[in-house]
Nanobody, 125 residues
Framework: QVQLVESGGGLVQAGGSLRLSCAVS????????MGWFRQAPGKEREIVAA????????YYADFVEGRFTISRDNVKNTVYLQMNSLKPEDTAVYYC??????????????????WGQGTQVTVSS
């Protein structure tokens, strides 16, 4: 069984930074594709960033515009999302997800089979 626990969300002013962490249980973490998604009120869940099992390959949604960085530590079984230059439109619940069937970067929500509980990120103007 794989469990994901996010942390690091909170309230920040526009232009500020937050670092989200996702601790993952499971000894095969290094083989999993990992992703960060977000869901704002009234909107569909969307991908923010994704990373391959090795950490060598990453993907970012267009709206990230170089502001966020996804990374992973396969010794600590943790994936991170460093978010800089935050905007009010980044306000959402952020979810960590694992695609246990894949080791390459995955882009689609349906390819992720384990999800965290979500962490709220609120950016004030």
């Amino acid at each position: 069984q794989v469990q994901l626990v996010e942390s690091g969300g909170g309230l920040v002013q526009a232009g500020g930074s937050l670092r989200l962490s996702c601790a993952v249980s499971g000894r095969t973490f290094r083989l999993f594709a990992m992703g960060w998604f977000r869901q704002a009120p009234g909107k569909e869940r969307e991908i923010v960033a994704a990373i391959s099992g090795s950490g060598a390959f990453t993907y970012y949604a267009d709206f990230v515009e170089g502001r966020f960085t996804i990374s992973r530590d396969n010794v600590k079984n943790t994936v991170y999302l460093q978010m800089n230059s935050l905007k009010p439109e980044d306000t959402a619940v952020y979810y960590c997800a694992a695609g246990s069937k894949y080791s390459t970067v995955r882009y689609s929500l349906e390819e992720y089979d384990y999800w965290g509980q979500g962490t709220q990120v609120t950016v004030s103007s």
